[in-house]
């Protein structure tokens, strides 16, 4: 596969989100899903402030044990600017997308975030773009509409010269058989390897991808391995492996296969710090000292080692002589 060239911008924001071209990433942008985490007896009664006060208290420790970290804009992302949680070495992704989605479970719509766009992402000085989207490869008319989002948040990218990370969250389009049900353990690879495949040709710099198996279906390691396989070459660019809820241990196991299998590092999430939220004070404290740091710096050995570089998808675009005077003229 030839190298796609990139800008220097875009060059640029891969380099301050990965280690050796590894994407080693803390992923804490949750926004409503965390309220219900913190009290779901009453999501209500958490507020903003308390979940800045948690993300704070959370990214600050764990930074410094991974090459970036992705933020909300809400809760999050210039709150850890000002106060230092996220420190200038450290790359930062930001969301641009609304929590959650638009029509019903089985046909859902990505809405993008009122009043944010990849330009002020851009201007508070993040290092790459995130955006999620629920996607089916097979949903017709939902899938175009997914698409034509993409390729609009693409271009805004290209303008602005940054790098998107694009996640997709795969569902079910059929309500009797749910994404949890065997029925849709049996469709999830190839669902999860089109998925690599339509969205990657649209030109993302960086796919975000769940396990494309499950795990409590299919217990074969063997067959772990064939999905991510397919996964890698069907995608025309990097993709990194998200934890959703699974375990740490269980997590940990899938970053060794989908590496090994050709996947580009890890954005990990609740497999890390899920258990701070239900302890508080020094226990807290502790906890993400020791093991959720832990935790992270043995996926990032697993991934550094296993992992296949960004590098071997992209280099930087040739240099004409001149070239600040054509630059700087695309910029204007």
Do not use: P, Y
């Given at each position: 596969m030839a190298k796609r060239s990139l800008t220097p911008g875009k060059i640029r924001g891969l380099q301050a989100t990965s280690t050796d071209g590894i994407f080693c990433i803390l992923a804490f942008d949750h926004r409503d899903s965390l309220r219900g985490m913190l009290k779901p007896e009453k999501p209500e009664a958490v507020s903003d402030?308390?979940?800045v006060q948690f993300k704070e208290?959370?990214?600050r420790p764990l930074v410094t044990h991974v090459s970036a970290v992705l933020l909300d804009p809400i809760y999050g992302a210039v709150q850890g600017i000002s106060s230092g949680a996220v420190p200038g070495n450290i790359g930062l992704l930001v969301a641009l997308?609304?929590?959650g989605y638009v029509g019903s479970s089985t046909a859902r719509v990505t809405a993008l975030l009122p009043n944010w766009s990849v330009s002020t992402i851009k201007k508070i000085g993040a290092s790459?773009?995130?955006l999620l989207i629920y996607y089916h490869p097979d949903a017709g008319e939902i899938t175009d509409k997914q698409d034509a989002l993409v390729k609009k948040v693409i271009e805004d990218c290209r303008s602005h010269d940054i790098p998107l990370f694009l996640e997709a969250v795969s569902y079910s389009r059929d309500a009797a058989h749910p994404k949890n049900s065997p029925e849709f353990a049996v469709l999830r690879p190839k669902i999860l390897?089109?998925?690599a495949e339509r969205l990657s040709q649209l030109g993302p710099d960086v796919l975000k991808l769940e396990f494309p198996v499950d795990i409590l279906y299919a217990t074969k390691?063997?067959?772990?391995?064939?999905a991510c396989r397919a996964v890698s070459d069907a995608s025309q660019v990097p993709w990194t492996l998200l934890s959703a809820s699974v375990d740490y241990d269980t997590y940990r196991r899938q970053?060794?296969?989908a590496c090994q299998e050709g996947a580009s590092g890890f954005m990990a999430g609740r497999a890390i710090w899920k258990e701070a939220i239900d302890i508080?004070?020094?226990d807290r404290e502790e906890f993400l000292n020791s093991e959720a740091s832990r935790r992270l710096e043995e996926i990032k050995t697993i991934a550094l080692r296993e992992g296949r570089p960004w590098s071997d998808f992209f280099e930087a675009e040739p240099l004409p002589e001149n070239w600040y005077r054509q630059f700087g003229s695309k910029a204007r």
């Open positions: 402030e308390d979940i208290v959370v990214v997308e609304q929590t790459a773009v995130k390897r089109d998925t390691e063997a067959d772990w391995r064939k970053v060794i296969v508080t004070g020094n």
